[in-house]
């Protein structure tokens, strides 16, 4: 049952109210509501969301009408119940590692062991899911990332997102809330944002997902536990369009020689990083 508070909003509302739409852990829940509360020095990510809550309000004081009103949900996370379970049935993975989440631009990368052997020294888990979107990851965070207490996390989302028409607000929004999560779980955590890629099935989101990569880069440039990892830019010819070679026939996901541009950019920030931590 959809439940309503005091002031006459439904618990959904409440919960986008809070910047809380893509949260579920308990634990996560309670601490951004202690924090929202004053509980905790506020972060300028709190500042943000802060922000949110007034324009959330003159919104619902002054709604919009027609298309400007409109927004695309996020797809049902639970599609990726069985993915999940799975993970869970497996051998355990190695706990204080190197974790990449994201969609099938990170699950792809483990096809012939490449993803740990490009990352070798570092110990590495893989938790790529094909065609996920930002929100899927931070319903998910607590089982398929936060269980394996991981040091460091990188993240490639946004590409999906874009093209089932989520809004860019939305998707900064929950990498924002994803963040939180980890630094609340361990404030050490290091976490690593890899851009949207450009790729030549759609070019058309290309300004789209560069305005995504800016506040991608934003968010990394307020926190030193953060990093952007822009791996678009190695992936651009100089006409300023993708490479093709760099993709297999679908113009979508990566060819070897796409993954071959990912790891020599993201070694050269990731690997100095990591040693330092990497357990004998």
């Known amino acids: 049952m959809n ?9 959904a509302s409440l919960v986008r109210l809070f910047g809380l739409s893509s949260i579920t852990n308990h634990d996560a829940v309670t601490f951004e509501a202690k924090r929202f509360f004053g509980l905790f020095k506020p972060s300028e990510m709190a500042v943000r969301r802060f922000c949110n809550l ?30 999940i379970q ?16 994201g969609s099938s631009s990170m699950r792809f990368w483990s096809v012939g062991n490449r993803f740990a052997n490009d990352f070798a020294p570092i110990t590495t888990v893989n938790r790529g899911f094909g065609g996920s979107v930002m929100n899927d990851v931070a319903y998910f965070l ?5 269980t394996l207490e991981p040091r460091a996390v990188m993240i490639y989302e946004g590409d999906n997102d874009l093209a089932r028409g989520i809004s860019q607000a939305a998707i900064v929004s929950s990498l924002e809330g994803i963040i939180e ?12 944002i890899f851009s949207i890629k450009p790729s030549l099935a759609r070019m058309s ?3 789209s997902m560069q305005a995504v990569n800016r506040s991608y880069k934003s968010l990394a440039d307020g926190d030193d536990r953060v990093f952007y990892v822009d791996i678009a830019t190695a992936m651009l010819n100089d006409a300023g369009l993708p490479d093709p070679n760099l993709f297999i026939d679908d113009g979508l996901h990566l060819s ?25």
């Open 86 to 101: 799975d993970w869970a049935a497996a051998v355990p993975a190695p706990k204080r590692a190197l974790v990449g989440v």
């Open 142 to 146: 607590e089982s398929a990332v936060l």
């Open 54 to 83: 007034a324009l959330f309000f003159c919104l619902n004081a002054f709604p919009l009408v027609g298309s400007a009103a409109e927004t695309v949900p996020w797809p049902d996370p639970e599609r990726y119940r069985d993915v």
């Open 256 to 280: 070897a020689a796409g993954y071959d541009v990912w790891r020599q950019v993201v070694r050269e920030i990731v690997v100095p990083t990591e040693s330092p931590f990497e357990e004998p």
């Open 205 to 207: 989101l290309w300004p």
């Open 181 to 192: 999560q980890l630094h609340f779980r361990d404030s050490e955590i290091r976490v690593y």
């Open 3 to 11: 439940r309503h508070s005091a002031f006459g909003l439904s618990s």
